[in-house]
């Protein structure tokens, strides 16, 4: 079956520690995401890469890094300089090119940093 | 920037009623692709449906249904004969119709929690 996976599903980290993220995908996309939500809050982007080795920054980026060395995988790492960095985090991946090109979900991944 | 507002934070519908989920949006662009995803309790994102600005014609998925106002910026969900597996948050999103760059950005709204009450 062709999907988005993503490990683990529950993370648990001490403060002042990186960790990283993990989403891989086999449907052959070009563009992976990632997405982090709050309670109350819809989805905000954090990077995004739309061909491997090159990624861009979203709406909230700082604490954040990404790779894309494989098409289909797209690690995420929360550094220690995420000041918030307790959440949900999802990965997506969509074609490229004209049209209403939806993006598919990973299941997701929660952080919690204490 | 793009804003998508979802003013209903809750709703709640009896199995077998209609309920409509609102959603408005405010863009400059006049080409542009609109969204609802649901997100059950397993927390997992899955497409509803999808629409193209720039068809008049509203879109529909079984029981799914939106209404598109392009000139009023409003985009609501119609869920008839709603079931108990229907119950989730659900999101409304904006996509840009311009392909490249950061134009396959999703906005998205906060989300609306969705009960159904047998």
């Known amino acids: 079956d062709g999907g988005i996976t993503q490990s683990p599903k529950y993370l648990f980290r001490k403060e002042g520690q990186n960790v990283t993220l993990s989403c891989e995908q086999n449907?052959?996309?070009?563009?992976m995401y990632w997405y982090r939500q709050d309670p109350g809050q819809g989805l905000r982007l954090i990077y995004y890469?739309?061909?491997?080795?090159?990624?861009q920054k979203g709406d909230i980026a700082e604490g954040y890094s990404v790779s894309r060395e494989k098409k289909e995988s797209f690690p995420l790492t929360v550094t220690s300089a995420q000041k918030n960095p307790t959440a949900f985090y999802l990965c997506a991946s969509s074609v490229l090119g004209t049209g209403g090109r939806e993006q598919y979900f990973g299941p997701g991944t929660r952080l919690t940093v204490t | 920037a793009q804003t998508v507002t979802q003013s209903q934070p809750e709703m709640s519908v009896q199995e077998a009623e209609t309920v409509t989920l609102s959603c408005t949006y405010d863009t400059s662009e006049s080409d542009y692709y609109l969204f609802w995803y649901k997100q059950p309790p397993s927390r997992q994102m899955i497409l509803v449906i999808r629409?193209?600005?720039?068809?008049?014609q509203n879109a529909t998925e079984n029981r799914f249904s939106v209404n598109f106002q392009k000139a009023a910026k409003s985009f609501s969900l119609k869920i008839s004969d709603s079931q108990l597996g229907d119950a989730a948050m659900y999101f409304c999103a904006y996509r840009r119709a311009n392909s490249g760059g950061s134009n396959y950005k999703l906005t998205f709204g906060k989300g609306t929690l969705l009960t159904v009450n047998p």
């Open positions: 449907l052959n996309h070009d563009a």
């Open positions: 890469s739309q061909i491997v080795n090159d990624f």
């Open positions: 629409q193209e600005a720039y068809k008049q």
